[in-house]
């Protein structure tokens, strides 16, 4: 084979693995930016959840003066369980309170969608976070790493059965250079790795890791994965 083919050969299959390359970097940013387009819809959502169920509260106790002398005559009455149903309720619109976990809007806000979605489950979740107000990090990219990392935990304790207690820790610290993340759930004795990435269980599963990675590689970070004791651990650390 003469030097000339060689080098021919060797040129089409750079440009076969170049071509390869970008394609799988673009579908990569397609899925990227499909993730974050959702999770700044659910940061909408949440938003303007939180904003009408304050606002209903402030509007019920406003009325609450108007209709105080409407409960006793409703007591007096006898008419016990139809007063004790309109408390129940005006105590449920109270306790819909925006809970402050850390001073990033875009990450708190996930972080209360996540709490409120592990309390419904029964799933204790345990949140230590220090992330400030702006980073050099764009809110709904950073937020849907978070989102992502956590709804991978989320599941991963849905798929205990109820009997087993579950719990997702999240911890986040910024030293001023550099964001830590870390989170820490219950799992399955046995989680299969590849290339020291975790393999899911799901058909066409693991794109929201793969999400993860590509953030974290955007900003010169590190990343790990590991199972031990039916725990898994995630755990990044980005330039930001």
């Known amino acids: 084979m003469s030097t000339a083919t060689i080098l021919m050969m060797a040129s089409v299959y750079g440009v076969i693995f170049y071509m390869f390359q970008q394609l799988q ?16 819809k659910a940061q909408l959502e949440q938003h303007i959840l939180f904003r009408e169920a304050t606002e209903k509260t402030n509007r019920r106790w406003h009325d609450f003066r108007h209709s105080t002398q409407t409960m006793i005559g409703l007591l007096e009455s006898g008419d016990t369980n139809t007063a004790i149903g309109y408390l129940k309720d005006l105590m449920g619109m109270i ?16 972080l209360c969608f996540w709490a409120e979605q592990s309390r419904r489950k029964n799933i204790l979740l345990l949140i230590e976070t220090v992330v400030p107000e702006k980073l050099e990090i764009e809110p709904v990219e950073l937020s849907a790493l978070f989102a992502n990392a956590i709804e991978n935990a989320y599941f991963a304790c849905m798929e205990l059965p109820k009997e087993v207690p579950r719990s997702i820790k999240v911890e986040a610290h910024y030293d001023g250079k550099r964001l830590a993340i870390g989170i820490t759930n219950t799992c399955k004795g046995s989680v299969r790795f590849e290339n020291k990435m975790p393999i899911s269980s799901k058909e066409g599963g693991g794109i929201g890791t793969r999400s993860m990675v590509y953030t974290v590689k955007r900003f010169y970070g590190a990343y790990t994965f590991s199972a031990e004791d039916g725990l898994f651990v995630t755990r990044f650390v980005l330039n930001v």
């Open 25 to 40: 970097e673009k579908n990569l940013v397609l899925e990227q930016r499909r993730i974050l387009a959702m999770q700044n």
């Open 95 to 110: 306790a819909i309170t925006k809970e402050e976990y850390c001073q990033h809007p875009a990450v708190n806000s996930i």
